[in-house]
């Protein structure tokens, strides 16, 4: 049998799996075995009533949050001519074509996000095997594939945060940081859920959203009434 530490005995004293608290119970969870070296994040889970086995049934998304993480952003662009100066207007860590196709397969750069103009996608298509286990490979989805890159860049920056359903059907995405107010982590779950059900897809059958819990870096997770996540 495993032994269990101080910190999951702590952990298991705290939280009930059976329970479903309120948004001011969890926050109040995470304070008080929160890491006095870091900020931890705040993430949300969200159990979604799809068919993870059919592709149709996928939800990904990305959304820009009221209130912003804080987070510095890498990010990469790959654009020429008048977008790739958009770019640099924006403040794109890097970018480039061939030459930061380059970059990437010799593992030369580390960014956060990878944006793409449409025309460039024909460069972008060919490092499949380098951004897709990273999970930085542009999307039309989240809005890192497209002619706006100045607009995607500014939103990225801003703390858009990307989010999509694992293989089991459930969503995962950062909402904020243990620092936040309450109120702070309600707006940006509640934008979240409502983008969310937007996604929703047409032929996913029954409830749709079937349960949320939060969890903190180093805290536990926390199942959550979904009424106190709504504004």
Do not use: W
């Not at 912003?68 to 207007?89: H, T, Y």
């Not at 039309?140 to 989010?163: L, W, Y």
């Amino acid at each position: 049998m495993t032994k269990l530490t101080k910190k999951k005995k702590q952990l298991l004293e705290l939280v009930d799996p059976e329970n479903t608290y309120s948004l001011e119970d969890a926050m109040s969870i995470f304070q008080s075995v929160k890491s006095s070296k870091f900020d931890e994040s705040v993430d949300i889970a969200l159990k979604l009533g799809i068919d993870p086995g059919k592709s149709d049934q996928n939800v990904r998304g990305a959304i820009t949050l009221p209130n912003s993480l804080g987070k510095k952003v890498a990010v990469a662009v790959f654009a020429d001519g008048d977008q790739a100066k958009e770019a640099n207007d924006a403040g794109a860590d890097f970018i480039g074509m061939e030459d930061l196709a380059e970059k990437f397969k010799k593992e030369e750069i580390v960014v956060d996000v990878v944006i793409s103009s449409q025309g460039a996608m024909k460069i972008v298509g060919q490092l499949g095997q380098v951004l897709g286990p990273k999970g930085l490979m542009p999307n039309p989805k989240t809005g890192t594939v497209t002619e706006k890159v100045g607009e995607a860049i500014n939103n990225v920056k801003s703390g858009q945060v990307r989010f999509k359903t694992d293989k089991n059907g459930i969503l995962h995405g950062c909402i904020g940081k243990v620092s936040f107010s309450v109120t702070q982590i309600q707006e940006n779950a509640a934008a979240m859920l409502e983008e969310v059900k937007k996604l929703k897809p047409a032929t996913a059958k029954g409830a749709y959203i079937q349960s949320v819990a939060l969890s903190s870096t180093m805290g536990p997770g926390v199942k959550v009434a979904p009424a106190s996540l709504i504004i």
